[in-house]
């Protein structure tokens, strides 16, 4: 399976911020992706990013606020903008193979006050 | 949204075997079952993936009916560590128009002692 890590674990902001989480995987993968999981919720995929190209997001998600790098096949980030409590969450990276699997990172966990 | 259907919640005495069921009725020809599972604080884990023939491996057994609108996953001999919410997707497989995994709610197997 793919080692995924993410940076920060967890992180208390200040509303109006903005933060970047990382991922790392262990190997090249072409595609990846970034979810969001709310309070009690289930997964909300944000986006899919893709090495060498522009990341595709989901409706009710827009760059501005989420934007998303993608400069090698085993690295990404994704940003939370001028944040506010709703976006309090866990971010989740993703990788998937061409085997058909896909793993998940650990998580960020945000706290936004 | 999320094609599939699964129940809320379900117990499971420990030692038992733990069935999941799950609908996808409107699964298409190009569309694999995907199960992941997600325990309280964590990123999902892959379980099993399957097409259309039943799947085993060390974690749990896939059985897809014959018009593939249903499946289920078993785990063999529920522990308590398997307690969880269990997701069940549908997607495309690799080189397919999307290969993004959408959740649904799942179900949260409380496994008993």
């Known amino acids: 399976s793919a080692v995924i890590s993410q940076k920060p674990s967890r992180d208390i902001c200040q509303r109006g911020t903005s933060l970047t989480i990382q991922c790392q995987v262990d190997s090249q993968v072409t595609m990846m992706f970034w979810y969001r999981q709310q309070p009690g919720q289930s997964l909300t995929l944000i986006a899919t990013?893709?090495?060498?190209?522009?990341?595709?997001?989901e409706s009710g998600f827009v760059i501005d606020k989420f934007p998303i790098s993608r400069p090698n096949l085993t690295f990404s980030t994704l940003t939370v903008s001028n944040m506010s409590p709703e976006d309090s969450s866990i971010y989740l990276c993703?990788?998937?193979?061409?085997?058909?699997?896909?793993?998940f990172g650990p998580g960020t966990r945000l706290t936004v006050l | 949204d999320a094609k599939t259907t699964q129940p809320p919640s379900m117990d499971c005495a420990e030692g038992r075997a733990a069935n999941l069921p799950c609908n996808h009725s409107t699964i298409s020809g190009n569309e694999y079952v995907y199960w992941y599972r997600q325990i309280h604080s964590q990123g999902p884990q892959y379980i099993i993936h399957?097409?259309?023939n039943n799947e085993t491996n060390e974690m749990a057994s896939l059985i897809i009916t014959e018009d593939r609108k249903s499946s289920t996953l078993i785990l063999p001999h529920a522990t308590l560590r398997d307690t969880a919410v269990y997701y069940c997707?549908?997607?495309?497989?690799?080189?397919?128009?999307?290969?993004?995994?959408?959740f649904g709610t799942g179900t949260l197997l409380a496994v008993q002692p």
């Open positions: 997707i549908v997607r495309v497989g690799w080189g397919g128009a999307t290969n993004k995994l959408i």
């Open positions: 990013a893709n090495q060498g190209s522009e990341a595709t997001y």
């Open positions: 399957g097409l259309k």
């Open positions: 993703s990788v998937a193979r061409q085997d058909n699997e896909q793993f």
